[in-house]
């Protein structure tokens, strides 16, 4: 079996396993090998599914040989965050509050992965309820980010299993969730590409909420032609989702043409580039200048409104968030982390006023992007203003100054979460120390066809996206 | 906003939102909160009047 494999790219392994070049069984197997060889250290798993897996790919290969493949991820391993209800298998939301939880039926999007022939591998580790973008859980332990394993830095958060996973081929593909930027930051850290679709595109049925106007879920994989697979299974629209759209779901793969020339694309200053770390700001310059020279026209673009975005998502995720937990706040104070549930008590401290602000400087938020993607196709700016920190640290010293390091992660990524628009993160370099550097790409409402288009021509002409970690 | 509130005034506040707080627990919470009061403060300062705020997310 290649020594390759372990990397393969969905569509490749997809490809493989319907032509009968690898079986399901080969490619569970291999991945379960992996997970056991190195999980114990990565720690990117709540939950291994492995007898389950080893059945769905055994079925998987019979329905092979008859003739009878379920769609296009036949066979293919994935992994989920644990807060994607799967039917039998516990699903914790890395709490202790959920530990035992179960849920009877899956969530709609990983009953759409099934029905397209993906065989879930397992639960992937989590910041406790999705609160907090560095990853770290004090119930089931930090996962450590794989490109740095021996000084124990951050793997970036809330989805932090999934960035791992991915990064370190535990998994080939992935689902996060992001409410602040918890599939990007991860993303970004770990060196793999991460996929917030437009609000409404997918599903969040079956998902545990953080907060609900906030939260999107998306695909984690290696490679923007594996998100595009992936999000062309599970989007589309849901009965079960109130905020879910009727709008048809293109073929995303198809708009993978590897052409950029004339491109508008607008690269994002003041708050975005000047408050990254001179090497990142390099990086992102550098792929401004790949897309131009890949034929793409290249200006540059300032956003005022985004300044409020702090105050405002704090204002909107801090209500909604307790709203949710109030119940198990007054219950069960005790089974939080006490850092999360310090951040869910400040809620309670935020006025309903302020809550209404906070929706109305999304609008502004909104409307001024809008008005940038006006003229332009996608945007680009920074995922991260810095790579991963170490487990243990609190502060740093970004481009325009020092800063708190959760504030500092989740600056640069949630102001699209407020605005709802689709936003991508692709690695586009290594710093000194050898840890990854993400962009991310950023465009119209329910425009994500172009956004992978130009995700996946960047990625034609670049290599990052195939560096690996080396594993201990 | 540079407002320092009393342990008393934060209780008061958190037994509106439905929460019995100990006063050692407002306590360490305080410097939190009024971090979190100040930046909302950024909020009252904007010219919003005018301003629909988001309510549908733009769902088609």
Redesign the interface.
């Known amino acids: 079996m290649s020594t390759d494999l372990p990397f393969a790219s969905v569509t490749d392994l997809a490809r493989m396993i319907a032509r009968k070049e690898v079986s399901p069984v080969e490619v569970v197997r291999l991945h379960l090998e992996r997970i056991a060889a190195h999980d114990g250290t990565l720690r990117a798993y709540i939950t291994v599914c492995a007898d389950a897996a080893l059945d769905a790919a055994r079925t998987a290969e019979a329905a092979l040989v008859a003739g009878r493949p379920a769609g296009p991820l036949h066979g293919v391993p994935i992994a989920l965050k644990d807060l994607y209800d799967t039917a039998g298998v516990a699903t914790t939301a890395g709490s202790k509050i959920l530990a035992d939880r179960v849920p009877e039926a899956d969530a709609t999007v990983v009953r759409r992965l099934r029905e397209a022939g993906a065989i879930v591998l397992g639960k992937l580790h989590m910041v406790e309820f999705a609160y907090g973008p560095e990853g770290l859980n004090a119930h089931y332990g930090a996962p450590r980010n794989p490109w740095d394993a021996a000084v124990e830095r951050m793997p970036g958060g809330s989805s932090s299993g999934s960035g791992v996973a991915v990064a370190a081929g535990l998994a080939p593909a992935a689902l996060g969730s992001d409410t602040g930027g918890s599939i990007r930051i991860p993303a970004s850290l770990c060196g793999i590409t991460g996929l917030k679709p437009t609000y409404g595109r997918v599903s969040r049925a079956g998902v545990l909420p953080l907060a609900w106007s906030m939260d999107h879920v998306g695909p984690m994989t290696r490679t923007a032609a594996d998100s595009a697979l992936l999000l062309r299974v599970m989007a589309g629209y849901d009965p079960a989702d109130a905020s879910s759209s009727v709008l048809p779901v293109p073929d995303y793969l198809a708009a993978l043409s590897g052409d950029v020339k004339g491109l508008r694309v607008g690269l994002l200053r003041g708050f975005f580039l000047e408050s990254a770390t001179p090497e990142v700001r390099a990086a992102v310059e550098h792929a401004a200048k790949a897309l131009e020279s890949a034929g793409a026209i290249v200006d540059e673009v300032a956003l005022p409104a985004v300044a409020h975005v702090a105050a405002a998502s704090y204002a909107v995720v801090a209500s909604e968030a307790l709203a949710y937990h109030t119940g198990w706040l007054k219950t069960r104070p005790d089974d939080y982390d006490p850092e999360v549930r310090k951040r869910l008590q400040l809620g309670a401290f935020v006025t309903g006023a302020h809550y209404v602000r906070g929706q109305q400087v999304r609008a502004l938020v909104r409307d001024e992007i809008d008005a940038a993607l006006a003229r332009r196709d996608v945007l680009l700016a920074p995922a991260t203003p810095m790579t991963a920190p170490r487990l243990d640290e609190r502060q740093t010293t970004l481009g325009d100054g020092p800063s708190d390091v959760r504030a500092a992660l989740i600056r640069l990524t949630r102001p699209f979460n407020c605005s709802g628009h689709p936003a991508c993160a692709v690695p586009c370099g290594l710093s000194a120390q050898g840890l990854p550097i993400g962009m991310q790409l950023v465009g119209r409402p329910f425009d994500e066809a172009t956004v992978l288009r130009a995700a996946d021509a960047y990625q034609r002409v670049t290599d990052w996206h195939t560096r690996r970690p080396v594993l201990a | 906003m540079n407002e320092v509130f009393d342990i008393e005034t934060?209780r008061g506040?958190?037994r509106v939102?439905?929460?019995g707080?100990t006063a050692e627990?407002l306590q360490?919470?305080r410097p939190?909160?009024e971090a979190?009061?100040r930046?909302?403060a950024?909020?009252?300062a904007?010219p919003?009047g005018a301003?629909?705020?988001?309510?549908q997310?733009?769902?088609?």
């Open positions: 934060l506040a958190a939102s439905g929460f707080w627990e360490t919470l939190a909160i979190a009061l930046l909302l950024t909020l009252d904007l919003l301003v629909e705020p988001t309510t997310y733009r769902i088609l």
